[in-house]
């Protein structure tokens, strides 16, 4: 009974999805993981990040044979790859631009309202903060700073992949317009970069990752142990792992109305959990 209820029960927590399922667990509560897996450290994101974009940034604008990128950041409508580059606390428009050569040798510098520089070069993974008076155009701004450097390529983030998508119309026409019809003939799509960028994962990142995939099997393995057929719910067993993962001090890896999904019978993609009875068979 355990196999056929276990393969009508699609099962997703926060950390990571599996795939299949997986025999009834025969370790007891003392096994049960009750220690936080993952050490309290606020600046854990903050420095893997600063390492991607030292170490692994450049040798992925050269491989995907872009010179220069710039990403325009904003508040209450950020670009997705935001929180990638330390941009996610955007107030004013600014620019975070990153300069490659064909050895994949970095130079980044943001440039900011003053407004908000100083708060931004306590906290920047890039080497530079520059400072422009308020009401300075940001586009004017950036574009000055390609064209003295001249760059061959410059990508910007308009791509059919949503990753590489956060320029909006409006500013690709006015970035267009500040840059002018010579280095505007020069804009590339930055998915590329991305890919080849976020793709490869830092040593701490791959302990993470591992981490996460453990204690999600032993998560679902939980899961299972609480069903009573007949009487359990899907809901039930969401709230069970929302509670598990407030033990261990785990958050959310998408949307927390839809995680975890617990979904017993027909297939319904992305969704909430609902109060349907899990039943046999």
Not at 25 to 30: A, E, R, Y
Request: aromatic share 6%; with cysteine; charged share 20%.
């Amino acid at each position: 009974m355990f196999s056929r209820f276990c393969s009508a029960l699609l099962l997703i927590t926060a950390l990571y999805a599996t795939s299949g399922c997986t025999a009834p667990s025969t370790q007891t509560d003392s096994q049960t993981v009750t220690d936080q897996p993952f050490p309290d450290n606020p600046d854990l994101w903050s420095s893997i990040r600063q390492e991607r974009i030292r170490t692994l940034l450049g040798p992925a604008m050269a491989r995907a044979g872009v010179d220069a990128w710039i990403v325009l950041a904003r508040e209450n409508a950020n670009d997705p790859i935001a929180s990638h580059l330390g941009a996610e606390n955007a107030g004013g428009l600014a620019a975070f631009l990153f300069f490659a050569d064909a050895e994949g040798n970095l130079e980044s510098l943001a440039i900011s309202p003053e407004t908000e520089a100083t708060a931004l070069s306590e906290v920047s993974p890039l080497d530079d903060v520059r400072s422009v008076p308020r009401g300075t155009s940001m586009y004017a701004a950036a574009a000055d700073e390609l064209r003295n450097r001249n760059p061959r390529s410059i990508a910007v983030n308009s791509s059919n992949r949503n990753i590489a998508d956060g320029l909006s119309y409006i500013q690709r026409v006015a970035l267009e317009e500040a840059l002018g019809s010579t280095l505007s003939s020069r804009l590339v799509s930055s998915e590329e970069i991305i890919i080849e960028w976020l793709s490869v994962k830092l040593p701490q990142e791959v302990e993470i990752m591992r981490r996460a995939a453990k204690l999600t099997e032993q998560l679902e393995l939980e899961a299972y142990e609480q069903v009573v057929p007949g009487e359990t719910t899907d809901a039930d067993l969401a709230r069970f792992l929302k509670t598990r993962m407030a033990d261990l001090g785990v958050v959310d890896g998408w949307v927390p109305d839809q995680n975890p999904n617990v979904n017993s019978g027909p297939d319904r993609g992305h969704s909430h959990s609902t109060e349907k009875v899990i039943m046999p068979g």
